[in-house]
């Protein structure tokens, strides 16, 4: 079983076909909408976490970019300098989805989990040394 939080891009010409349901339907996949902005005749994005078996999985993402769906697997596009942060814990209560954490009370040291992050960007706007970034959607 797999689980990835995905963004999908939607070019206008195919922001109205039922990509979803497809997903659901033809690929026995899972799917849980984080965010989405999708308007008619529009370009779209979506962010959801797409649960399944690796060959149903792998056969789903082959048909959204088959279709011109423009993927992007988040944990690919969240980074952390470790360098430049110096774990102030400034991120933490604007993480929705605790991808950032203390985990060791001693050290006080902010940890990324990047399974649990879902590109809100909040922390980026937080940051006071920009150490976290949020690479730009294909």
């Given at each position: 079983m797999v689980s990835k939080k995905i963004m999908l891009r939607f070019p206008?010409?195919?922001?109205?076909?039922?990509?979803?349901?497809?997903?659901?339907?033809?690929?026995?996949l899972t799917f849980n909408i984080m965010s989405a902005q999708i308007f008619p005749r529009k370009e779209g994005h979506l962010?959801?976490?797409?649960?399944?078996?690796?060959?149903?999985?792998?056969?789903?993402?082959?048909?959204?970019?088959?279709?011109?769906?423009?993927?992007?697997?988040?944990?690919?596009?969240?980074?952390k300098d470790e360098e430049k942060c110096y774990h102030c814990g400034f991120c933490l209560p604007v993480c929705p989805t605790k991808a950032l954490v203390i985990e060791n009370r001693k050290t006080m040291k902010v940890e990324l989990h990047k399974e649990n992050c879902i590109a809100?960007?909040?922390?980026?706007?937080?940051?006071?040394?920009?150490?976290?970034?949020?690479?730009?959607f294909a």
């Amino acid at each position: 079983m797999v689980s990835k939080k995905i963004m999908l891009r939607f070019p206008k010409e195919i922001s109205d076909k039922p990509f979803a349901s497809d997903l659901s339907r033809k690929y026995n996949l899972t799917f849980n909408i984080m965010s989405a902005q999708i308007f008619p005749r529009k370009e779209g994005h979506l962010i959801i976490e797409l649960i399944g078996e690796q060959k149903n999985f792998d056969e789903g993402i082959e048909y959204l970019k088959d279709n011109g769906v423009e993927i992007q697997f988040i944990e690919d596009s969240i980074t952390k300098d470790e360098e430049k942060c110096y774990h102030c814990g400034f991120c933490l209560p604007v993480c929705p989805t605790k991808a950032l954490v203390i985990e060791n009370r001693k050290t006080m040291k902010v940890e990324l989990h990047k399974e649990n992050c879902i590109a809100c960007g909040y922390c980026v706007k937080v940051c006071p040394v920009k150490a976290i970034e949020l690479s730009e959607f294909a």
